[in-house]
């Protein structure tokens, strides 16, 4: 069991940068030696669609969409996983989530971007990008 709380969110310009925030917390399973995390984004109307993912060795993988521009990191100690939101555009306006897959199993063949193989989340940051 674990809780996600996610922070960073906000209004920026399209050109600008944020960076959202995934604190994990309350943690109670067993340490697993591979895991998955990610962030994903919905945008009104659309299908919920993985944006970069990272595994316990810090593999990274982005989708095409965000690739050279966003940037995916966590750091142990602080048990916190960021996304680093460079040159914004207004498509990158959705709600983004963070997510988590504690399974030892997860991650052995890589970061994943399919929602369906998370099994915690968080409650969702707002992100709005004006033109």
């Known amino acids: 069991q674990v809780q996600l709380v996610e922070s960073g969110g906000g209004s920026v310009q399209a050109g600008g940068s944020l960076t959202l925030s995934c604190v994990a917390s309350?943690?109670?399973?067993?340490?697993?030696?591979?895991?998955?995390m990610g962030w994903f984004r919905q945008a009104p109307g659309r299908e919920r669609e993985g944006v970069a993912a990272?595994?316990?060795?810090?593999?990274?993988r982005y989708s095409e969409s965000v690739r050279g521009r966003f940037t995916i990191s966590k750091d142990n100690a602080k048990s916190t996983l960021y996304l680093k939101m460079n040159s914004l555009i207004p498509e990158g306006t959705a709600t983004y989530y963070c997510a988590a897959n504690l399974a030892s199993s997860c991650g052995s063949k890589g970061p994943i971007l399919e929602g369906s193989e998370y099994d915690y989340w968080g409650q969702g940051a707002q992100v709005a990008v004006s033109s």
């Open positions: 990272i595994v316990s060795n810090d593999w990274e």
């Open positions: 309350k943690y109670t399973g067993a340490t697993a030696s591979a895991y998955c």
